[in-house]
């Protein structure tokens, strides 16, 4: 086991009514005057950001608002709401809705009292020093932005997508977590969401080192319930238990506890961000279903070991060859993600073959020559690995 | 799923040299001016309290000490480690050690600020408003004191032991988590670790609470560890990673995380809390080792359920009835304790059945007439189930 940190000082309120909470959290964490940022229709549509209005007003919480966020959302938002927040001296962000609400609201945060432009955090050019607070009303369970210090800005034009993690400075305050709103997600995005919070795991669980069972332990176990509950959110998308499962799930998936004590590898989700940095319109979830299998398959060739051990402890497999197991494994999570209806293969995004070499120049541009921890990739083997997904 | 809040605020380090940061981390914390508090000589002995008077020292903290916390902590100590920090305007506690001197670390830190007697909170007399910040440089992974917003106290002469639970108020700033410090415990006492933090599982696991999936399997996956690792610790008792894994189990096993959205049942720890506060000098976890299987041999023949889920998913039992599976659990989950050495009968811990009546009067006092949240108790079922132990 490595040396570690670790904290999730978020404070969730999980359940029924959460939603309500909204003025007092924010009072409590020392909000005066906030701009709420959400998305598109879903959220006036259902009466969420009415109740989250009312409920900051009711707490004396001055509010302004900046709807519109995009799925793999885009600098320019965050710039004009930095530029909002400084017009209006806010003082806290509440983001209603999903993670690209939540990233734009953790880089609007960032932003504000910053003497600079808020890329150069996900540029790596300067470190955050300081942050508004950030307040969540959490609509979409998948990219457990609600817990994590992370957040995945695109910079235009260059639809440059870059992931920013920190230990602390971008941890939401508080984060409000009603199941009852994830009841109207159409499945696509349902299933787009099981299917990010399952890498979120994999991409921690995918580790050389030796010694970590208490958080294998943890990992298989959330792994286990969100396929369990995934197939039972297909054909009972309104049930309340089913719902919170997997919300919940999303949230530990994220939060670190699922990685403490070990290196871990986020190369599939690197893959996957060049993939929907060209094709915008391909789903962050639905980029990861073709990616993550191809990405396990070229290590049951090279390093079966991990991919067994979650083949047999996930999936009850039982085989005793590590790369036979291995395969076997990736064979039913496969099924299980076409199961809930999610592509398996590049095509079925619209990903040609002649764009792998783009996405493979961009990749190592961005992560360096050689990428991976869990095994180390070079250029040939990441092009090796985005033809296993055509 | 009920509704629930979560939030572990504690910054976690965990790993080599971790009580180095002792200085920073009160720093970090806002403290300038400290009580140390510890146990017996093996903080002394092993150098750790010499590090951390160091670390605080190069630190600009200023420190004064309170040595000599015992086992079942009591009181008297409280009271003096508040009149301390009160002559000494002291504005943080520093806890070295386990449970026991964790929790009289809290107390203290819940007293300083308080125009009263500390005791009030844990009578229920008041409730905890503002306390002093607690850091920790953990010793013994047992009591999940060092994430947990709990404290036990024995209030002398009478010997009424209490257990107070706060979301928040009692919850450590930060804990420095060495799994090397625990290289030299005894068996006895690593055993007796053992079983408190799988009874702290437990006691959230039993549980009518339909719907809670994710839970579940979190609290599998770490009662797993803890009885593949417990058993490789006595062997190797100076394995790093085996130990590290004890330490984190012990951490997540009380933290909250394995009990979110379901009502707990903490009848076992009452039910023990009457033998120890009787007979001071029998260990929480020996105690524990006895009542725990008494208590689940009670439910295996009026609610099995759970007791069967146990045994099939942390033992393996493949038995399809469900008082039959529960039984064959309780007696893999009595062999793994008498394995490493633990009690199984009141009578190994010097108790006599003409105590029972004394144990139950008080019990009841204390907890109600009825008690009980898996399966309610009165008198005459707490009894029963004493007398199963025997």
Redesign the interface.
Known sequence: ??????????????????EHSAGSMAADSGMTSVLVVYGGGSAIRSGLLDIVLKSLQNSGIAYIQLGGVQPNPVDTLVRKGIELCRQNSVNGIVAVGGGSVIDTAKAIAAGVPYNGDFWDFWAGKAQIKQALPVGVVLTIPAAGSEGSGNSVITLTPEMRKISLRTDFALRPKWALMNPKYTFTLPPYQTACGIVDMMAHIYERYFSTT??????D??A???L??II??GAKVMTTPDN???R??IM??GT?AHNG?CG??RKEDWTSHAMEHEISALHPNVAHGAGLAVIMPAWMTFMAQHAPQKGAQMARRVFGVTNTDDTEAALEGIELLRKFYQSIGMPLTLSELGVNESEIPAMVQRLHENKGAIIGGYYQLTAKETTEIYHLAL
Chains 1, 2 share one sequence.
């Open positions: 086991m490595l040396d570690f940190s670790f904290t999730s000082p978020t404070k969730y309120i999980f359940g029924q009514d959460a030796p010694g970590v069972e208490v958080t332990r943890v298989e176990g959330v286990q319930t369990e509950q309340y238990d089913v919170a499962n919940w799930s530990l506890i403490t004590g």
